[in-house]
């Protein structure tokens, strides 16, 4: 290695140094030092595998279930076609959280009674027993085409957990 | 907070080095499935399908705050990730002699390549794979049995989860052993004593991590996790094709060791790339993300 291109090493070596030092404010800077807040007062999150029965049943309308994740108050399984995705699927547990809650205050359109939204324009949102959160999102189904796959959850059964 | 927050994890990405190269070279195995996003935007974009600039902002908070939750398992995959594909030595030097030009000469390099035997390689690539399923597990959470859920799972991969299980197979497996990769590969775990797998550095780098109450369980994992998934993976390799000599000739250009020195391609593949960590990074941001979105 002759000399230029060690030199050109350590200058690059500098640079990089030197902008690792003064890191640029960004968007996410606020949410990099903290967690997700919960009413300190609210019943705990249910645990992980509460959630998987009340899901759509593997094999309606020709598509495949597969679930994807299970974790503490949240679980997803994804609606597969021919191998493609089509939508995603979840339920979560809202206790004590009063942001995700707030969207569902004079919600005018309801299944079975319960509170519906549209979250952007990719997701329907409905609110069973005042905090269990059940979604459909998918970049393929719009909001009609949505609606009738929230109605497949077991939602009353979801409401007795 | 001692960690740093994944969204400067997946930015911190290179957006070109030999790593994406070489998986940008794969996109046969996997068409279409991978794109190096680098940037937690992106990212959020990507997965939601959103472009409301205040959606995006609540989804990308609350995913950072899911990740700053030690509990919830998905550091300690980002840090699995980060051990098994540790590269030392030479890496440091490659990358920045990468940094200068398009590909990267690896003759000026070659007197510190040393083939892996067949021992080690087997053993690297079984603890790769079963990193790949504790990954797995501290991301998407610990179904009951978890290595048929595993499984099932596996052969649902895509995306940045596919490109990886891609890379694993074509540059851990068929390149370095040949057709034969996995019945030499389950021998190696059979007949590789406890102390040979002790001094393995990757797995004692990641052991602590897995199931098991001593080496011998852990040991026991290896060879367990690799025969239930032997049926896909020799699927995989016969669905697309993969062939030792096809690859070599695909992925010659990029490293430049020599006409017919597999074993010396493969070794230096091992010691200056990191796809393990690089689609790992990846693949935690994107389930992040998605269950962000499910839960604000």
């Known amino acids: ?161 | 907070m001692s960690h740093q927050p994944i969204h400067k994890i997946l930015e911190e990405l290179p957006a070109s080095n030999l790593t994406t190269r070489l998986l940008g070279a794969l996109d046969y195995v996997v068409p279409g499935q991978w794109e190096n996003v680098t940037s937690w935007e992106t990212m959020i974009k990507r997965v939601t399908g959103e472009d409301d600039q205040a959606l995006i902002q609540r989804v990308g908070d609350r995913a950072i705050e899911l990740y700053n939750d030690p509990e919830q398992g998905y550091q300690r995959a980002i840090q699995i990730f980060h051990l098994v594909d540790s590269t030392q030595g030479m890496a440091g030097a490659a990358e920045m002699a990468n940094k200068l030009s398009e590909s990267f000469d690896f003759l000026s390099f070659l007197g510190r390549i040393t083939p892996k035997a067949d021992t080690t390689q087997g053993i690297d690539a079984a603890v790769k794979f079963v990193a790949e399923m504790a990954t797995f597990c501290y991301t998407n959470g610990l179904p009951g049995d978890s290595v048929g859920d595993f499984l099932s799972s596996l052969m649902a991969y895509e995306k940045e989860d596919s490109i990886r299980f891609a890379a694993w197979v074509t540059f851990d497996l068929v390149l370095p052993l040949g057709p034969d990769f996995l019945a030499k590969t389950l021998d190696v775990l059979s007949s590789a004593t406890h102390a040979e797998l002790g001094e393995n550095s990757r797995f004692a780098r990641i052991a602590k991590y897995l199931p098991g109450a001593d080496l011998a369980e852990k040991a026991g994992l290896l060879s367990s996790t690799l025969a239930v998934s032997s049926g896909h993976i020799t699927s995989f390799v016969a669905e697309k094709g993969l062939d030792q000599q096809d690859i070599f000739q695909r992925i010659k250009g990029y490293v430049e060791v020599g006409d017919n020195a597999l074993d010396y391609v493969s070794a230096a593949i091992d010691m200056s790339t990191n796809y393990f960590e690089h689609t790992g990074i990846q693949s935690v941001s994107r389930r992040l993300i998605s269950r962000a979105y499910g839960e604000i």
Not at chain 1, 97 to 109: P, V
Request: net charge positive; charged share 25%.
């Open chain 1, 1 to 161: 290695m002759n000399i230029r291109v060690l030199l050109l090493l350590g200058a690059l070596a500098l640079s990089s140094g030197a902008a690792g030092c003064q890191d640029k404010p960004t968007r996410w800077d606020t949410a990099a030092t903290s967690t997700v807040a919960r009413a300190p007062d609210a019943p705990p999150v249910k645990e992980a595998g509460s959630f998987n029965k009340f899901f759509p049943a593997d094999g309606i309308d020709g598509m495949k279930r597969v679930y994807t994740q299970e974790k503490t108050g949240f679980a997803e399984a994804k609606l597969q076609k021919d191998g493609k995705d089509v939508a995603v699927l979840s339920i979560s547990d809202a206790s004590g959280d009063a942001e995700a809650l707030k969207k569902f205050e004079g919600a005018t359109d309801k299944i079975q009674g319960y509170p519906l939204v549209t979250v952007g324009k990719n997701q329907s949102s409905l609110l069973v027993k005042g905090r269990y959160q059940v979604k459909v999102s998918s970049q393929q189904l719009d909001e009609g085409a949505r609606k009738p796959w929230l109605e497949k959850f077991n939602l009353s059964g979801l409401a007795g957990l």
